[in-house]
């Protein structure tokens, strides 16, 4: 097996590899390899397969986390937590209550990829960004809006596998992002920040849905 460019690095300089050392590694097909090391440099790591397993961690559930605009350290809880949990894709988007400005796409695709590594995933969920609430919200598949005074909980939608929840600011979401919502759902009656709330929601969700 040969590893190159920013995995070699990540493992010769962050991790400090060394040859003789036994790394796992996962195979997209579906196995963690178990794998010792031969050689070692930042550029390029070589070595030998001494065992595989079946791996599949992958929810069959597809929920996708819609987060409004956030301040960097926040955002990047959400992104880095909810694809070790397992969820499917994020759609960021500017919020008419948003603190966070910009996109900053390569930043937060770097984030999910060393997140899903670390968890040991097969796949690294897609980001993207939403100019608008209503456009991400139109572009959803069967998309829930998370509102505390929902009249039922998340964890009662579970008439369709696959959905987009919706996470709104920190200051909330405004009276005409709420009227474009058809189908909104409660956490409970307890008032989150956005990245609990991010993470609470999918950890339901999924768990709703056998993932």
């Known amino acids: 097996m040969v590893i190159v ?23 997209p097909v579906g196995f963690m390899l178990t794998v010792r090391l031969d050689s070692v440099s930042p550029t390029i790591v070589e070595g030998t397969v001494i065992a595989e397993t079946p791996h599949q ?3 069959t559930a597809h929920v996708t986390i819609a987060i409004a605009n956030l301040p960097a350290p926040s955002l990047d809880l959400v992104l880095s937590r909810c694809t070790e949990a397992g969820a499917h894709a994020f759609v960021v988007f ?15 695709r770097s984030i999910t990829r060393e997140a899903a590594m670390l968890a040991g995933r097969l796949r690294v ?7 608008s609430f209503a456009a991400a919200f139109a572009a959803a598949g069967n998309p829930v ?10 964890a009662e939608v579970a008439d369709v ?3 987009a929840l919706f996470v709104g600011p920190e200051g909330g979401w405004s009276e005409g992002e709420l009227e474009l919502a058809d189908v909104t759902a409660s956490l ?16 339901i969700a999924l768990s709703a849905r056998g993932g």
């Open 161 to 163: 596998a696959d959905l």
């Open 145 to 154: 809006l998370l509102d505390r005074n929902a009249p039922r909980r998340l």
């Open 5 to 27: 460019d920013a995995d070699a690095f990540h493992l010769a300089r962050s991790l400090r590899a060394r040859p003789g050392q036994e790394i796992e590694v996962v195979d």
């Open 188 to 203: 409970g009656p307890r008032n989150l920040r956005a990245d609990t709330a991010a993470l609470v929601a999918l950890a």
């Open 57 to 59: 961690p992958e929810p």
């Open 125 to 131: 969920p897609e980001v993207s960004a939403a100019s």
């Open 94 to 108: 500017a919020a008419d209550r948003s603190v966070g400005r910009g996109e900053k796409l390569e930043r937060w």
